[in-house]
């Protein structure tokens, strides 16, 4: 057969094309477009190179939300991950305890996001919120709108109530997914409960808990909605995170350039980190040397 | 090493079993001799897994007593046997080393560095996994993994017995009968009990000194394979080994042999005698191999049909019709054959009788 070679293949692909530009690089580019502008109204512009770049990345305050924002996906993958693959771990493996721990867990996960920061309000008010009643009440001063420490606590709390059964499902799923056999082996090779859980478990469990690690820094490091309402920020700038930060900015202060070059640079924060973590636990344990 | 006892051990995986179906294991008594070579053979869903299980304390007998060496060990559990098992699907720990792996159960039970090494380069030499020792397991080709679910079994110097549930499934063919060559070396050089579970007769047959023929939880014949083919215990051990399977031929008992279809097959003396009871359900039952058609001036032997003759290379299989009846033949390829009518006679050492399905004489 006569090998003929021409390009009419790529038609096939312009759909695609076609839907990624519309959904995402249409969009990005406009934001590329604002990152290098000065823009004062309808066709008034003036093209400022770098500038805002220059300017955002030297912004004292952005530092202090971009630390803010690195010690919260810090805390929640640190908190989240151990804790999620502890309660998978002691679950029920059958029956109806199994399915019941299933839907009391995936609750916080149905509830919408401003929701939660409403409920997180009223909880811990230290008037008439449960939690923060009773904290006050063991004598000690609790009041979110008032402590930094507080208000971080009360993130904390929201945000590993509010995502752990999500890591919890990922890591039921994992450790459903292993086959007899492996805990059958175990035994028979007379490893401990430890030795079961760090060489069959954990290792099974990659997968799945690369995806949970994904999920939660990209998710904890763009969080908006839930801080916004319980703190708005708070006190001062205690609990203002990337997002909450740039949203001031892009709608409170209409620094739109600012804002695009916080964004683009924001952006890349997320697609590095999320690199990052993909490949170590790609590499883990495995020896892999590339 | 031990010898393995199972006294009246029945299993059922329901809390409250009530019916017959119920019982994954049916009552059996079974000894398995110290250093032998077993071969467990059945159909899937026979309750060979969940007798292998019972052994290794995975699975605790509803009724019954396990015993190694005299020592009742049916409560005791699995890490605590000295029993070694190998799965369908290799088993390794991904993230260890293959040295590591085969420490991993001397490890498990505090064995000290030197022994471990020690341990480990023998077992590795011998499974020719020596080359490996420092690569990741998960990097392994799957007879290679089956190898290291082996030699976990063999580091311990004290294991009673090496169970296989079918650990060839999931190999390919050479490598398959590589490592099975290798199964029976170790076997010869240390002696170890090995039970190995199948539902691959030709696996079993060349495995094992004693085959055992399980079906619907129950033990149907222990034997050499040689006894399984020649004088199968039960009609369906003539229908699950050999192929094609042993003819049966519906037949009555008369002066001096049987009955079929109107032809009468004489039979010796000695089987002769065994045939008493006239209500039951009399066969007779012959192995293809041991049918050949007759020369004209055969006395004995029956009138038949040819319907298909299918051929299989080296041999071939035919399949004659004797009034409804389908007697099978297996034939050497070069074999000359009639047209259509064939008369075929029976190896009178060769016919055995069934009533109600179990062997008489």
């Known amino acids: ?290 | 090493m031990a010898e393995i006892e199972l006294k009246q051990i029945a299993h059922s995986y329901l809390k409250t079993p009530v019916r017959d179906e119920d019982w994954a294991l049916k009552e059996l008594d079974q000894v398995w001799i110290d250093g032998g070579a077993y071969a467990l053979l059945g159909p899937s869903g026979c309750g060979k897994t969940t007798l292998l299980n019972v052994m290794s304390g995975l699975v605790i007998p509803t009724r019954g007593r396990v015993s190694f060496d005299g020592e009742d060990v049916t409560e005791r559990k699995t890490e605590a046997r000295n029993i070694a098992q190998v799965f369908q699907f290799p088993v390794i720990y991904d993230t260890m080393s293959v040295f590591d792996n085969l420490a991993f159960p001397l490890r498990n039970r505090k064995a000290d560095e030197n022994t471990v090494r020690e341990r480990v380069h023998e077992v590795a030499e011998m499974l020719e996994l020596e080359g490996e020792l420092k690569t990741r397991a998960r990097r392994l080709t799957a007879d290679a993994k089956q190898k290291i679910s082996l030699g976990r079994g063999l580091v311990r110097s004290d294991v009673a017995a090496i169970l296989f549930d079918e650990p060839l499934t999931v190999i390919d063919p050479q490598a398959k009968w590589l490592l099975r060559r290798k199964l029976k070396e170790i076997h010869e050089r240390f002696k170890l009990t090995l039970i190995y579970v199948t539902h691959d007769q030709a696996e079993a047959l060349t495995f094992a000194d004693q085959v055992v023929v399980m079906n619907e939880g129950q033990v149907l014949q222990v034997g050499t394979p040689q006894e399984l083919f020649e004088s199968p215990a039960h009609r369906f051990i003539g229908y699950f080994i050999g192929s094609p399977g042993m003819n049966f031929l519906p037949c009555e008992a008369s002066e001096d042999g049987v009955r079929i279809a109107g032809q009468t097959v004489s039979l010796p003396e000695s089987i002769l005698e065994k045939i008493v009871a006239k209500e039951q359900k009399l066969e007779l039952g012959v192995r293809p191999e041991f049918v050949r058609p007759a020369s004209g001036t055969d006395r004995g032997s029956l009138e038949t049909t040819i319907r298909a003759v299918d051929d299989l290379g080296n041999y071939k299989i035919v399949t004659c019709m004797l009034e409804g009846l389908e007697i099978k033949m297996k034939l050497p390829e070069d074999w000359a054959l009639p047209e259509v009518k064939c008369r075929v006679n029976f190896n009178p050492r060769m016919i055995r009788v069934y009533a109600d399905g179990r062997l008489i004489g």
């Not at chain 1, 004062?40 to 202090?64: A, I, N, S, Y």
């Not at chain 1, 995936?106 to 009223?122: K, Q």
């Not at chain 1, 309402?229 to 930060?245: D, E, Q």
Request: charged share 15%.
């Open chain 1, 1 to 290: 057969m006569d090998k003929w070679e021409d390009n009419r293949a790529w038609w096939l692909v312009v759909p695609v094309f076609l839907i990624v530009a519309i959904s995402a690089i249409i969009p990005l580019m406009t934001v590329v477009n604002y990152s290098v502008q000065d823009i004062f109204g309808p066709g008034q512009r003036v093209f400022v190179g770098t500038e805002w770049f220059k300017e955002v990345l030297t912004d004292r305050r952005l530092h202090e939300a971009l630390g803010n924002q690195f010690l919260f996906s810090g805390l929640v993958l640190l908190i989240e991950i151990p804790l999620g693959v502890a309660i998978a771990l002691a679950m029920p493996k059958q029956g109806w305890r199994a399915s019941l721990c299933l839907v009391l867990l995936a609750l916080p996960l149905l509830i919408p996001w401003n929701v939660i920061g409403t409920i997180w309000i009223i909880f811990t008010r230290p008037d008439i919120g449960l939690m923060g009643v009773a904290i006050n009440g063991l004598g000690l001063e609790f009041d979110h709108t008032a402590a930094p420490l507080d208000a971080w606590v009360t993130v904390m709390l929201m945000e590993v109530w509010h995502w752990t059964p999500l890591v919890v499902l990922l890591a039921y799923a994992g450790l459903r997914a292993i086959p007899e056999a492996y805990f059958q082996a175990a035994r028979i090779d007379g490893a401990s409960a430890w030795a079961t859980f760090r060489y069959i478990q954990l290792p099974k469990m990659r997968g799945v808990l690369t995806i949970a690690v994904l999920l939660r820094f990209m998710d904890s490091f763009l969080i908006y909605a839930e801080p916004f309402v319980l703190t708005g920020g708070g006190p001062g700038n205690a609990t203002t995170f990337l997002s909450i930060h740039l949203v001031k900015m892009a709608v409170g202060q209409f620094d739109l350039g600012p804002a695009a070059a916080f964004s683009l640079i924001y952006f890349l924060i997320v697609l590095l980190f999320s690199w990052l973590f993909y490949q170590a636990l790609q590499n883990v344990g495995t020896g892999d040397k590339r």
